[in-house]
């Protein structure tokens, strides 16, 4: 019901948007031909005509990748979801409570994922979904966390982010998650490894050429998790900067590690007004 309504919502601020002023014509697709998912938008101004235009990963595939990802039944990455479906009502732990117990179905999580990473008050830090999950299993739930974007782990997001489709992005770079933010800054335009690359210089200076027959994109998490053809499977953020930070024959940080994630809020942050997309299909 609630992520109906959302939706509705969704669909009413995209015609406002279309309607006004400049009469934009809103750039994307019609997800299972009826949730508007937003592919192409305005840079947020904290990018400071880095990018104009903000392009989802989905832009930059083929008509056929991109097919796939328009309906959930030709979605692969759906499977896992269905997975975390079950997993969400599953009792787990010594209380011997599931994620439904406390939190209703899974569809009253619309509106979670498009605002992670977030400062969490209580925690004192900022956090991505993985670890507000993890701190449910462990304290809440007496069950052992996950390891970082372990299959399950990267199910249940993919569960989180499958009911937020369509929403945008919105991460808060402000106030007490400036300073996290500004250190992942800091790592995204820092050059590394034999190669000496930055995230920027692929992502920001060279997005739409070829990199060894591969597309390149402007490098967004909106996507997340991602059903990558390649491997068969989810993938999580954190396993995308690793393999990234790898090509450039850099020493890598680990998923889960204070660097990753504030990599992650940073690079989510880039993408704030485009569509959740997750979970999404890519090369
Ligand atoms: C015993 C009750 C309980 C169980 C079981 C539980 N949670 Fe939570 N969860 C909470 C509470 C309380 C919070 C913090 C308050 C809030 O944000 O709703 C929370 C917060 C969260 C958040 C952050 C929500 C937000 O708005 O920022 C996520 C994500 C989450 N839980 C996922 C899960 C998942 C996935 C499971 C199952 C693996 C689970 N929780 C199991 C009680 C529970
Ligand atoms: C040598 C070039 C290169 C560098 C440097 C690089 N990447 Fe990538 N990245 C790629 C390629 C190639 C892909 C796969 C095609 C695409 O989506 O761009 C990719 C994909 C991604 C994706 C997935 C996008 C999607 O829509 O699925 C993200 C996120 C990403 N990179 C983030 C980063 C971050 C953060 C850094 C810096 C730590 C980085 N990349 C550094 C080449 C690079």
């Known amino acids: 019901m609630k992520t109906k309504l959302l939706q509705g919502i969704a669909a009413a601020t995209l015609a406002l948007t279309a ?44 008509e056929s990748t991109k097919t796939m990802q328009m309906d959930d039944f030709d979605n692969p990455g759906m499977l896992a979801v269905e997975e975390a479906e079950a997993a969400w009502s ?16 899974a569809e009253d999580m619309a509106g979670v994922k498009p605002v992670y990473p977030k400062y969490v008050e209580a925690a004192g830090e900022v956090r991505t979904l993985q670890m507000q999950m993890n701190d449910c299993r462990e304290n809440r739930m007496g069950a052992d966390p996950w390891k970082y974007d372990a299959s399950a782990a990267v199910a249940m997001e993919a569960l989180l982010s499958s009911v937020s489709r369509g929403l945008p992005m919105n991460v808060a770079i402000d106030g007490d998650a400036a300073e996290t933010w500004e250190e992942g800054k800091e790592l995204y335009y820092t050059r590394t490894g034999q190669l000496q690359l930055s995230c920027a210089n692929c992502h920001e200076d060279n997005y739409d050429n070829l990199i060894r027959a591969d597309h390149l994109s402007q490098g967004h998490t909106n996507g997340f998790p991602v059903y990558r053809l390649k491997n068969t499977k989810l993938n999580g953020v954190h396993s995308r900067f690793k393999g990234c930070v790898r090509d450039t024959r850099a020493h890598t940080y680990s998923p889960g590690s204070p660097e990753f994630v504030a990599l992650e809020l940073y690079v989510a942050s880039r993408s704030n007004g485009l569509s959740v997309e997750g979970p999404s299909v890519r090369n």
């Open 19 to 62: 309607g006004t002023a400049q009469a934009e014509e809103v750039i994307g697709y019609d997800l299972n031909g009826e949730i508007p998912v937003v592919v192409e938008t305005a840079a947020p101004d904290h990018l400071d005509g880095a990018l104009n235009t903000i392009r989802s990963g989905w832009t930059f595939r083929d």
């Open 90 to 105: 599953t009792a787990e732990g010594s209380e011997g409570k599931s994620c439904a117990d406390c939190h209703g179905a």
